[in-house]
């Protein structure tokens, strides 16, 4: 007697049931597996003596309810990541309130009588001045950095009694003895609120603007 090798496509059927798998059954691995080897242990129970199920059958029955748990438990798995890479997201969004998140720009930011902005060096300077530009092009006020070192630098500025509407932005001028160093003008703006669309991070900057957290260059 031939015995029909085992169908696993529906292990999550119910018999009498006219609504095909029910969901529990069919993402429960162990379900699956504890019914399928239910039938297995019947069909081995029925199958004729003289001409028994060959070993090639039950190795690909087996390898059918391996592959299907398999999937089952790696889809599990991945869901498991995708929770935990959202906290994460969340997480991180949430501790970057309060700190300040610096964008390209030479633009300064203005709070309370005082004016604040960054700049990165290339290399280490030896002197380094910024310079607060007016709408006219003219230097309103010059502020002395002394020597640096290379990488970020935030500065400040007493704009106690300017409009801002004024000030155009500032340049930073820096040296290392007699030779040049490259600069790099940002924009310094306190993170106010953090926002989550799409698994990415938006920030309300403390001037009114949203940026998405990949617009910023570095937190301070």
């Known amino acids: 007697m031939y015995i029909t090798p085992i169908d696993t496509s529906n292990l999550g059927t119910e018999i009498g049931s006219t609504t095909g798998t029910t969901a529990k059954n069919s993402m429960d691995p162990k379900a699956s ?3 399928f080897l239910k039938l297995l242990v019947a069909q081995l129970n ?7 199920m060959d070993n090639a059958q039950m190795t ?4 059918q309810i391996n592959t299907v748990s398999g999937i089952q438990e790696l889809n599990a798995t991945l869901n498991n990541m995708a929770a935990q890479f959202s ?4 997480l991180q969004g949430t501790s970057l309130i309060g700190r300040e998140a610096l964008l390209p720009g030479d633009k300064l930011t203005f709070k309370d009588g005082q004016a604040k902005a960054a700049f990165s060096l290339d290399t280490k300077a030896t002197d380094v001045k910024v310079d607060i530009m007016g709408t006219n092009g003219e230097v309103i006020k ?3 950095m002394g020597a640096l070192g290379s990488g970020l630098h935030r ?3 007493d704009a106690e009694g300017v409009d801002p509407a004024t000030v155009k932005g500032f340049k930073v001028r820096a040296v290392d003895g007699s030779e040049p160093v490259d600069t790099v003008s940002l924009q310094r703006m306190t993170v106010d609120s953090v926002s989550f669309s799409g698994g990415s991070i938006y920030m309300l900057l403390q001037d ?3 940026r998405a957290y990949n ?3 570095a937190f301070m």
């Open 142 to 144: 010059t502020v002395e």
């Open 87 to 90: 906290s994460q997201t969340a």
């Open 60 to 63: 690909t029955q087996m390898a």
């Open 155 to 157: 500065f400040n500025w």
């Open 208 to 210: 009114g603007s949203t």
């Open 215 to 217: 617009d910023v260059l």
């Open 33 to 35: 597996q504890d019914r």
């Open 46 to 52: 029925n199958q004729d003596p003289l001409n028994p």
